[in-house]
C-alpha cells in the first residue's frame, strides 16, 4: 500500500513539476519585450530612415509588450489587433491605420480573421518626420491646445487601397524595394493623411518637436531663405547663442554660419537654373540683404560668379 502511495505521489510531483515548468516558461515568453524595430532589424537596415515590413500570421500572437523606437504606420490588410495603451485601449481592424509615435511603450495581440492576420507597417526615423515638417510645413496647421497624442487612427479609403496595392508591388520587385522608394512611400502617405486632416496629424508633429534636436532642426532649416541672424534662431529655440551652436555642431558637424551660407548659395543655385530667375533677384530669395556679399559667396562654393553660373547650367 505504501509504495502505491509513493508512485501516486510522484506521479503527482511529476505532472505538478511539469506544469510550472510549462507555465514558467509562458510567463517568461509574455514578459519578453520587443523593441521595435530593433530586435528584428540588421545593422544596415538600421541605418536608414524608413523600413518596411509585412507581416502574415494564421494564429493569435501573444500579449505582445513592445517599445516603439521608431515612429511607425501600421496598416492592418486582415483580422485584428487589440493595442494596450496607458491612455486608451484601442483596437485595429481590416481596413483601418494607425500612426504610432517614437517612444511609445504598449501591449499589443494580433487576432486572425478567417484563420489569417496581415498588416503592413511601415517605421521612419523622427528625422524623416522632421523632414517632411519642414518640407510641408504650409500643409499642417498649428492648432492651439491641440493635445499631445501617442497615436492617431484612420479609416482606409479607395487611396489608401490604390496605395497599398502600389506599396506591395514594390515590395515584391527588387529593383523597387530600395530605401529611394520606400521613403517616397513614407512621405506619400503622410501627405496624403495631412492634406486629409492636417489638425489630427499636428498633433503627432507635437511630439517630434519636444525633442531639441527637432526644434533646432525646424527652427534652422525653415529660416534658409530668410534674413535671420543665427542670435535669432537661437532664440526661436529658447537656448542661448553657445548652446545653439554646441547643439548646431553636433547635428550638422559644422559650425552654423559656414552650414547655412552653403545652403542658401546651394538654394541659389537651384534657382538660377531656371530662365526667368536673374542673380540681381535671387539673392533676395535665398535671404541675401545685399548682391555683393551674395556673389561673394557664391564665387567661393562654386568657383565662378552667379551669371556665369547661370549661363553655363541653364536649363532651356
Known amino acids: 500500500?505504501?509504495?502505491?502511495?509513493?508512485?501516486?505521489?510522484?506521479?503527482?510531483?511529476?505532472?505538478?513539476?511539469?506544469?510550472?515548468?510549462?507555465?514558467?516558461?509562458?510567463?517568461?515568453?509574455?514578459?519578453?519585450?520587443?523593441?521595435?524595430?530593433?530586435?528584428?532589424?540588421?545593422?544596415?537596415?538600421?541605418?536608414?530612415?524608413?523600413?518596411?515590413?509585412?507581416?502574415?500570421?494564421?494564429?493569435?500572437?501573444?500579449?505582445?509588450?513592445?517599445?516603439?523606437?521608431w515612429n511607425m504606420i501600421d496598416i492592418i490588410l486582415m483580422g485584428k489587433k487589440v493595442i494596450i495603451d496607458i491612455s486608451n485601449m484601442p483596437s485595429l481592424e481590416t481596413g483601418e491605420l494607425m500612426i504610432l509615435s517614437k517612444g511609445s511603450c504598449l501591449i499589443s495581440q494580433a487576432l486572425p480573421e478567417n484563420g489569417l492576420f496581415k498588416s503592413i507597417v511601415i517605421y521612419f526615423t523622427n528625422e524623416f518626420l522632421a523632414d517632411f515638417l519642414i518640407k510641408y510645413k504650409g500643409l499642417i496647421k498649428e492648432e492651439k491646445n491641440n493635445p499631445k497624442v501617442p497615436f492617431l487612427k484612420y479609416k482606409q479609403n479607395d487611396f489608401m487601397a490604390t496605395f497599398i496595392k502600389s506599396l506591395q508591388v514594390m515590395m515584391q520587385n527588387k529593383q523597387t524595394n530600395t530605401q529611394e522608394f520606400k521613403m517616397i512611400k513614407a512621405?506619400?502617405?503622410?501627405?496624403?493623411?495631412?492634406?486629409?486632416?492636417?489638425?489630427?496629424?499636428?498633433?503627432?508633429?507635437?511630439?517630434?518637436?519636444?525633442?531639441?534636436?527637432?526644434?533646432?532642426?525646424?527652427?534652422?532649416?525653415?529660416?534658409?531663405?530668410?534674413?535671420?541672424?543665427?542670435?535669432?534662431?537661437?532664440?526661436?529655440?529658447?537656448?542661448?547663442?553657445?548652446?545653439?551652436k554646441r547643439r548646431f555642431i553636433k547635428i550638422y558637424g559644422m559650425p552654423p554660419k559656414k552650414w547655412i551660407i552653403q545652403q542658401k548659395v546651394h538654394l541659389a543655385a537651384t534657382l538660377l537654373k531656371y530662365p526667368d530667375e536673374r542673380s540681381g533677384s535671387v539673392y533676395e530669395k535665398v535671404g541675401y540683404e545685399n548682391h555683393s556679399s551674395f556673389s561673394k559667396a557664391f564665387k567661393q562654393q562654386y568657383g565662378m560668379t552667379p551669371n556665369v553660373y547661370r549661363q553655363t547650367n541653364l536649363d532651356f
Open 187 to 244: 512621405e506619400e502617405v503622410l501627405l496624403y493623411l495631412a492634406i486629409q486632416e492636417p489638425g489630427k496629424l499636428q498633433s503627432l508633429a507635437v511630439i517630434a518637436r519636444d525633442n531639441e534636436d527637432m526644434v533646432l532642426r525646424m527652427a534652422v532649416e525653415s529660416t534658409i531663405a530668410s534674413q535671420v541672424t543665427i542670435e535669432e534662431i537661437a532664440f526661436l529655440c529658447n537656448t542661448s547663442i553657445s548652446s545653439f
Open 1 to 69: 500500500m505504501y509504495q502505491v502511495i509513493m508512485l501516486t505521489n510522484s506521479v503527482f510531483n511529476y505532472r505538478f513539476i511539469d506544469y510550472y515548468i510549462t507555465r514558467f516558461k509562458l510567463i517568461k515568453q509574455e514578459l519578453k519585450i520587443y523593441n521595435l524595430p530593433n530586435d528584428f532589424s540588421t545593422v544596415e537596415e538600421l541605418s536608414q530612415p524608413v523600413m518596411i515590413r509585412a507581416y502574415q500570421s494564421p494564429q493569435p500572437s501573444l500579449r505582445n509588450k513592445s517599445i516603439i523606437h
